[in-house]
């Protein structure tokens, strides 16, 4: 039977509805931020503006045109001007499906708050969510696409109805060993099974992290830090596997670079913040391997309709 669809049968893009802002330290530059997160108009996307002197007011999308390979956070670059570790406000923002935010940001580095995405989550929800006149547009995965780092770490995107991710580390401390991770992204589970996820790193790093210009901002208010076998942390963790948790949260946010919501699962194998952005790229330069289609209203998916359709077919009956 062939299903008529119409705008009403299709999920509308969102964002924020009413300015808000928070304040910071750069995880790694150590600088104080402030950073607003304003509502932006459909069809706009995610785009960074630097509003102090330094940053000459550049306005950077945050696509993957814009990244570049970086060490431990995720980095925006144009003009000259950066934007780094921008992947825990990426994640909240794809986690809770917002399609348009412009960020006005005074510095080279998105404040690292409690080094989880929770603090973000808490700002969209005190902003509050609307929904805007046009279709949500999404990149639905057609062929499995793969980035393997000499088969000691991977990423793969594959064909799925809806977005998921799963995650596997492996790491000698005994503070984190292996651990693996599912997770359909919806709202609800992404604030209730990651959003709280800190980053985190090793106590032995850290001398030759700071030498190399990182980790001037980190403390154990905002990381993870382990000695050994030992987390430092006096409350301890928040999640009995958080090490693997903050790794599907930071995935959520480097994917979140491809543009628009991704219909398909992601697994991740050890794999990191560069790897993810050359995932990406390597998706989106093969035009065999992705579409791009309007998603159906949240009722349809919930009745097993989790089906996704060509914009083509929406447009023609519009």
């Known amino acids: ?14 964002t924020l509805k009413s300015p808000i802002n928070c304040s910071g330290v750069g995880l790694h530059s150590g600088d ?5 997160l304003h509502p932006a108009e459909p069809g706009a996307g995610i785009v960074f503006r630097r509003t102090d002197v330094a940053g000459k007011g550049v306005v950077i999308p945050a696509t993957w045109e814009y990244a570049i390979e970086s060490p431990l956070c995720t980095t925006l670059v144009k003009d000259g001007v950066k934007i780094a570790t921008i992947e825990h406000l990426m994640s909240a923002l794809a986690g809770f499906g917002i399609d ?17 995405s929770s603090p973000f989550v808490f700002l969209i929800e005190c902003a509050g969510v609307i929904e805007q006149n046009a279709p949500k547009r999404a990149i639905r995965i057609l062929k499995e696409v793969c980035d393997d780092e000499k ?31 599912f997770m359909e992204v919806t ?8 959003s709280r996820a800190r980053t985190f790193g090793f106590l032995q790093e850290v001398d030759q992290l700071r030498k190399m210009g990182l980790a001037r901002g980190g403390s154990l208010d905002n990381a993870i830090v382990i000695d050994g076998d030992t987390v430092m942390n006096e409350g301890g963790l928040r999640y009995a596997n958080e090490f693997v948790r903050h790794k599907i949260l930071d995935s959520i946010g480097d994917l979140y670079l491809a543009g628009a919501p991704i219909v398909g699962h992601y697994h991740g194998d050890r794999t990191g913040h560069a790897q993810t952005y050359r995932l990406v790229k390597k998706l989106l330069s093969d035009n065999s391997a992705w579409e ?12 097993g309709a989790a089906f996704s359709v060509p914009e083509k077919a929406v447009a023609a009956s519009v």
Not at 2 to 14: M, P, S, W
């Open 1 to 14: 039977m062939k299903t008529n669809i119409t705008a009403n049968h299709v999920q509308k893009q969102k």
């Open 32 to 36: 104080n931020v402030n950073m607003t």
């Open 100 to 116: 348009n935010c412009y960020i006005d940001i005074n510095a080279c580095e998105v404040p690292v708050m409690d080094g989880s």
């Open 151 to 181: 088969g000691t770490r991977s990423g793969t995107l594959s064909p799925a109805e809806s977005f998921s991710v799963s995650f596997e580390i492996d790491f000698e401390s005994q503070a984190i060993g292996r651990q693996e991770l």
């Open 187 to 194: 709202p609800d589970h992404y604030k209730q099974e990651v």
């Open 292 to 303: 791009w289609v309007t998603l159906p209203v949240a009722e349809k998916a919930s009745r």
